[in-house]
């Protein structure tokens, strides 16, 4: 009978492998690593892996072994360190304003999360069918995330004004008593997380923009003809869908949100009543640092916010087990 070739090969090698079995023999071990990719292949891998390799272990690995030696040892005014132990971690855990610094990264990063909502909901509208200018619409929204931070906070300072603030002016046509937000302590940290707000939902719109689009259209004609309405459709579809790029983006504004400085920095002065409500762990790590002259003490907070951002980051990535789905 005949036998076609492929067949006639894989019953030798089957033949092949039992007898390498019965006699303990390396050829079915020598045949396997035939198989597998040369030596020069690998070399080449590795050549283009290298510089990526090597950037990141100068430029991120390096400096963080280097951040927590640092966080042991005491600057000189004039340059140099010396080894002091633990006192840097004692003073950033006694320190109140080290714990006030915390509740208020904690709140940005909280607050920043409220530009997710506001995203998903300007994307679902920007892609509906049949709007007109919606390259116009996108524009408008990312340009607040392109544009300088300070120069974000120079305008956002004059709207807040309280003596011919915009805000104020409009706000007088209701008969709303003018107010200085910025320089309010219960209100100073909200104004700025305003600006967060307003300033990241365009980042966040092109995400949740490319996001809708990788869903079938089969799904909503579906649901349209078993009578689910847009809001149906919304939450039953849309939201479940798209919720692998809405944890990415969550990471991606936690992280952002506890790292904010160039706000603060731009819109609190050092004579502002409100600076202590307002300042992050960044703020305060610039603070000790550069006008206190306390590195080490500053390099310590800097690895507590490092820690505090991974344990946060650890969390979502426990929690999306919950209510992402993928596929």
């Known amino acids: 009978m005949a036998v076609f070739p492929s067949t006639a090969a894989a019953e030798a090698d089957s033949r092949a492998a039992r007898d390498g079995t019965r006699t303990g023999s390396g050829s079915g071990s020598a045949r396997g690593k035939?198989?597998?990719p040369n030596s020069r292949?690998?070399?080449?891998?590795?050549?283009?892996?290298?510089?990526l390799a090597i950037g990141f272990l100068l430029f991120y690995?390096?400096?963080?072994?280097?951040?927590?030696?640092?966080?042991?040892?005491?600057f000189g005014p004039f340059g140099g360190n010396t080894w002091i132990g633990g006192d840097n971690y004692a003073r950033v855990v006694r320190d109140v304003t080290v714990w006030r610094a915390i509740g208020n990264t904690l709140l940005y990063g909280a607050i920043g999360l409220l530009a997710l909502p506001l995203?998903?909901?300007?994307?679902?509208?920007?892609?509906?069918?049949?709007?007109?200018?919606?390259?116009v619409y996108r524009a408008l929204y990312f340009i607040p995330f392109v544009t300088l931070p300070v120069a974000v906070g120079l305008v956002w300072n004059w709207l807040y004004n309280g003596n011919f603030g915009l805000l104020n002016e409009i706000l007088s046509w209701?008969?709303?008593?003018?107010?200085?937000?910025?320089?309010?302590?219960?209100t100073a940290l909200w104004a700025i997380g305003v600006v967060m707000v307003w300033q990241s939902v365009g980042y966040y719109l092109i995400i949740f923009i490319a996001g809708i689009k990788g869903i079938p259209r089969d799904y909503y004609e579906a649901a349209?003809?078993?009578?689910?309405?847009?809001?149906?459709?919304?939450?039953?579809?849309?939201?479940?869908l798209l919720s692998p790029s809405i944890f990415f983006a969550a990471v991606i504004c936690v992280i952002n949100s506890l790292q904010t400085f160039d706000l603060i920095?731009?819109?609190?002065s050092n004579s502002n009543p409100a600076l202590a409500s307002t300042q992050s762990v960044v703020s305060?790590?610039?603070?000790?640092?550069?006008?206190?002259?306390?590195?080490?003490?500053?390099?310590?907070l800097a690895f507590l916010l490092m820690v505090m951002t991974a344990a946060l980051t650890f969390v979502q990535f426990r929690l999306q087990k919950r209510w992402v789905h993928y596929g």
């Open 174 to 186: 209701f008969g709303v008593a003018r107010h200085y937000w910025s320089s309010d302590p219960t």
């Open 34 to 36: 035939g198989r597998g």
């Open 224 to 240: 349209e003809l078993d009578g689910a309405g847009p809001v149906r459709r919304f939450f039953r579809i849309t939201l479940p």
């Open 265 to 268: 920095y731009v819109m609190m």
């Open 41 to 51: 292949t690998q070399k080449t891998a590795y050549v283009f892996v290298a510089p």
């Open 119 to 135: 995203s998903v909901l300007v994307a679902a509208l920007l892609n509906r069918r049949g709007l007109r200018g919606v390259t």
């Open 284 to 300: 305060l790590f610039y603070q000790w640092a550069f006008q206190q002259n306390a590195q080490g003490a500053a390099t310590a």
């Open 61 to 74: 690995i390096w400096p963080l072994i280097q951040t927590f030696g640092y966080s042991f040892t005491a």
